[in-house]
């Protein structure tokens, strides 16, 4: 069993920058992979980012790439996710999540195994 929970939404203006954070506890979370995603209302959840288990490879939607980095570290259980640049339609709830097993960095919601509660993001213009 894995534990996660997000910290660090909030309000933030068009083109700004926030840093969501997800603190984890449970089994040896170097055989997990750990990722974002995000739902507005009115919308699938869709995915964001991913990262493997020791940092090395990651992965971006599209609409996240060259604005969004995530990383981790794992001497703290704990994966980040700065954002910059941010655009209204960035606008949602985010999850933390983690699959096993680490290597496999997927899009698909229904594979990731763990989930935290969300953080609300809104980008106001």
């Known amino acids: 069993q894995v534990q996660l929970v997000e910290s660090g939404g909030g309000l933030v203006q068009t083109g700004g920058s926030l840093r969501l954070s997800c603190a984890a506890s449970?089994?040896?979370?170097?055989?997990?992979?750990m990722g974002w995603f995000r739902q507005a209302p009115g919308k699938e959840r869709e995915f964001v980012a991913a990262i493997n288990g020791d940092g090395s490879n990651t992965y971006y939607a599209d609409a996240v790439r060259g604005r969004f980095t995530i990383s981790r570290d794992n001497a703290h259980n704990a994966h980040d996710l700065q954002m910059n640049s941010l655009k209204s339609e960035d606008t949602a709830i985010y999850y933390c999540?983690?699959?096993?097993?680490?290597?496999?960095?997927?899009?698909?919601?229904?594979?990731?195994?763990?989930w935290g509660q969300g953080t609300q993001v809104t980008v106001s213009s």
């Open positions: 999540a983690s699959r096993y097993p680490e290597h496999i960095l997927t899009s698909s919601p229904d594979v990731w195994h763990y």
């Open positions: 449970g089994r040896t979370l170097t055989s997990y992979a």
